[in-house]
């Protein structure tokens, strides 16, 4: 852990840590400072040269996307791996890493819903946390060439006997963690509980055995960001009523060690409730709950067991938290979607910036007045250049949007291929590549199949 005098060296007070703040995102929030986020004006959007990319036109038959920009696919569900295995379906989160031989390593989560009823394993049922579970990860190797272009090398199945793995986040000593979005369990069929988080190495070349990281918590779980600084482990719950949690660890970067669970609560303002009448640009002090059951047991038809214990001592609650996002080392705040937020219901996005061991503060960065500009923000990344990356979950046309350094909107990409939403979008190391899933079905019976992109283009032009 670090000392709350190492952490105050680091981090200045939050007021005026502003000039340590990557200039895209401080502008984020300093462009509508005070300003209702669904009150006329107040969105804007931004066209080439404004931070946006211009215009989306057909780029082949999956993506739109801005003129210069183009894409490769190098992964369909179905299609046979380097394991033997065919591709699983339902791709969401995703993470990019460097390897030792130049190439990239993408580790995905396959979000299967299928029942125990109906599951099928996609892995190796004697390395499967539970033989029955149908969801997991895969891992691909992807070469990039001199002109951005991305071929796969190879892939596999690198984790499975887990459920619904929905998101997750990657981690600064070179793992992935995958979120099951579940707790069902032994009551349902299964043969072990559910509603966990696990690790993947990202220099695993084949399937591995691993075990939950029971003190991270059980419960609904989505995605994680990790403070490198710190190695505190954000985490995210993906329920209507929600909370914002951080994971302490005993030993930093050994996360199997143990550690404290803890849950964002408003300072002086108990139960605090995100899910509409917020101001942009607002700054609430922001202080920690401890969860002292982090791994309750499900034995009645209730998710919120975790999410009980912190409100029950102030927790402050969100309207369905899903992605959660690192925001740099210039930045070191911590950005995450609240999907059903807002006076509009259509998704907000929220930044944590810890400013001590016990406390931070919390601040509304954009929220969305309507379904045209921004329809349930899901997964979330920050580009190497500043901007964030919006991954919609909407009803209807599915959108990539950008927010740019002066607080304006844009759109990226529109799915072409169907209604499927998009996930996984994370960039290159060198961040010349933005990687995206669309994501198919997430039952094995169903029709869709997913699909990942890799994505170049002149990033220069605009906030990404």
Not at 79 to 85: E, N, S, T
Not at 236 to 246: V, W
Not at 427 to 444: E, H, Q, W
Request: proline share 7%.
């Amino acid at each position: 852990m670090t000392s709350r005098r190492d952490f105050i060296k680091r981090s200045a007070s939050f007021a005026g840590a502003v000039p340590l703040v990557a200039p895209s995102l401080a502008g984020l929030v300093a462009c509508s400072r005070g300003v209702r986020s669904g009150s006329g004006g107040a969105v804007r959007n931004a066209g080439l040269g404004d931070g946006g990319y211009g215009p989306l036109r057909p780029a082949g038959p999956e993506l739109a996307l801005p003129e210069g920009f183009s894409y490769t696919v190098i992964s369909r569900a179905g299609q046979p791996m380097a394991d033997g295995r065919p591709t699983p379906n339902a791709f969401d989160g995703m993470a990019t890493f460097a390897l030792p031989n130049g190439n990239v390593r993408l580790i995905r989560n396959h979000e299967n819903r299928d029942s125990s009823r109906t599951a099928t394993p996609k892995g190796d049922a004697s390395k499967a946390y539970d033989p029955k579970a149908g969801g997991g990860t895969t891992s691909l190797e992807v070469r990039i060439d001199a002109d951005g272009g991305c071929t796969l090398v190879r892939d596999f199945v690198s984790l499975s006997g887990t459920i619904i793995n929905c998101a997750g986040g990657p981690t600064p000593w070179g793992t992935w963690l995958t979120c099951e979005e579940s707790t069902e369990g032994l009551r349902d069929g299964w043969t072990k509980n559910h509603g966990y988080i696990f690790e993947v190495p990202a220099s695993a070349e084949s399937e591995v055995s691993t075990e939950p990281l029971i003190a991270m918590g059980r419960f609904i779980h989505e995605a994680v960001a990790v403070d490198p600084e710190t190695g505190i482990v954000y985490e995210t719950e993906d329920r209507l009523i929600s909370g914002f949690y951080r994971y302490i660890p005993k030993t930093r970067g050994v996360l199997r060690d143990g550690g404290l669970l803890q849950m964002l609560a408003v300072r002086g303002r108990p139960n605090y409730d995100t899910a509409d009448g917020q101001r942009v640009g607002e700054v609430l002090p922001v202080i920690w709950v401890d969860i002292r059951t982090p791994n309750p047991d499900y034995t009645w038809e209730d998710t919120g067991a975790v999410f009980a214990q912190g409100f029950d001592q102030g927790g402050a609650r969100f309207s369905r938290l899903e992605g959660c996002w690192y925001g740099g080392p210039r930045d070191r705040s911590i950005y995450f979607h609240a999907t059903n937020g807002g006076d509009a219901k259509c998704g907000q996005v929220w930044e944590y910036r810890p400013t001590a061991p016990d406390g931070g503060g919390l601040r509304l960065v954009f929220e969305s007045p309507s379904r045209e500009v921004l329809d349930y923000p899901d997964n979330i990344t920050v580009s190497p250049r500043g901007g964030i990356v919006i991954c919609e979950d909407g009803a209807g046309e599915q959108h990539i949007r950008g927010l740019t350094p002066g607080g304006a909107i844009f759109d990226f990409a529109k799915n072409l291929l169907n209604n499927d939403e998009f996930a996984g979008a994370c960039f290159s190391p060198n961040g010349r590549v933005l990687f995206l899933n669309i994501m198919g079905s997430t039952l094995d019976s169903g029709p869709s199949m997913g699909v990942t992109l890799a994505i170049r283009g002149p990033w220069e032009r605009g906030a990404f």
